[in-house]
């Protein structure tokens, strides 16, 4: 099993899956896959037909099954410093190398693998997998399946989000959002800097705004947060702005992103940015040139999995692993989209995330021979 699963992964990580290309070659050779085991399989495209969801089932058509989640699209590595080729996997020293192997095609690639025996053991409870696209760029493939699957009336039980856990179970982590803050102000010379409006200016004191509340946020933790750090973090991922030096800047740009533990974090945080813009920024800016704007797009809002006293997904991943805790993480995932829906949820998958974006990203064999062992025992478990 363990060879037939490299086999896969293999295959998988030489689609170049980046999120700003189609994932739609990778989608449809696990489409085949499944299909050949007898799955019913249906893909959902967005609505530049370029990128698809893949939704998948063995079993019966009723409510309270169990999903295998995974997403297909990977980070870049332009400007990454790789030792060899990202999209053609290489194991080296007990060791998978390749652009998305541990985040997240290896688990992607055991579930495929398991494929076959599942078709053979699900008996009364139906199993689905549920393959997205865009999960780094804002879970938007996540966010489009559970739409449908509310349209449909639709709701699993319990889901399993194969993130890389080192195949420990997680059973809440923030949430994250992410925006992008355009300023339009107006073009002059710089000796005159009173006749124009600096954007870069501009943002830099937006971004000065965004880190006095940065530093508030410390003091908001919850008494009982479990996350490390326990507060809310905020990070400026980017500022552009500007041509040469002797131009007032007519425009700039700010990347920002939150990563909530409670979601009054997430409001205040945005309340004071924007009282911040009308109230002082705006202003300013609109008595030199009455044109000028701040307008925040919003990237992508992605709700946090929230820890719950009763959690069957928790239970049975407990006994099917052995463990006897969970944990809490910091870095996002697609789970909380999969909670709105009712479902019980828990993360839990092969790799590091230590490993996860970088070059020469690797997932090692004793890790996904673990994941191994866990699908089997579920296949156990379906069969009854």
């Known amino acids: 099993m363990l060879d037939e699963t490299k086999r896969i992964l293999a295959d998988l990580i030489a689609f170049p899956t980046v999120s700003a290309d189609s994932n739609l070659d990778m989608i449809a050779y696990l489409a085949a896959r499944l299909e050949d085991c007898g799955a019913r399989v249906e893909l959902l495209q967005d609505d530049s037909g370029t990128k698809a969801n893949l939704w998948a089932t063995l079993g019966p058509e009723t409510d309270g099954g169990i999903v295998l989640s995974g997403h297909t699209d990977v980070v870049p590595v332009t400007d990454q410093d790789w030792s060899r080729d990202p999209f053609r996997m290489e194991e080296r020293d007990g060791r998978l190398y390749g652009r998305g192997s541990c985040d997240m095609k290896g688990f992607i690639a055991a579930c495929l693998a398991m494929a076959p025996q599942f078709a053979t053991l699900v008996k009364t409870r139906p199993l689905h997998f549920a393959f997205t696209y865009d999960e780094e760029v804002g879970c938007i493939g996540a966010g489009h399946l559970a739409q449908v699957l509310t349209a449909r009336g639709l709701r699993p039980g319990i889901a399993i989000i194969g993130e890389p856990t ?53 003091g908001m933790a919850p008494d009982d947060s479990r996350f490390v750090p326990p507060w809310t973090t905020l990070n400026i991922g980017a500022l552009h702005g500007g041509s040469v030096h002797n131009v007032i800047a007519p425009k700039a740009q700010v990347d920002w992103e939150m990563r909530p533990v409670q979601g009054s974090d997430g409001d205040f945080v945005k309340d004071a940015i924007r009282a911040y813009c009308d109230e002082v920024l705006l202003p300013s800016m609109r008595a030199v040139h009455p044109d000028a704007t701040i307008e925040t797009e919003v990237i992508g809002e992605v709700a946090g999995l929230v820890p719950t006293d009763r959690n069957e997904a928790r239970r049975i991943l407990s006994e099917l692993t052995g463990a006897n805790s969970a944990d809490v993480v910091p870095f996002g995932t697609e789970a909380g989209i999969f909670q709105s829906l009712g479902t019980d949820v828990v993360v839990c998958g092969p790799g590091s995330i230590e490993q996860a974006h970088k070059a020469d990203e690797y997932l090692s064999l004793d890790q996904l021979d673990q994941c191994l062992g866990v699908l089997k025992n579920l296949g156990r478990r379906l069969s009854g």
């Open 166 to 218: 080192n195949m420990r179970i997680i059973e809440g982590h923030k949430g994250c959002c992410e925006y992008t803050t355009r300023f339009q102000g107006l073009e002059g010379h710089g000796s005159a800097p009173d006749l124009g409006v600096n954007a870069v200016e501009y943002a830099v004191r937006y971004v000065a705004r965004l880190l006095e509340l940065r530093d508030q946020l410390r």
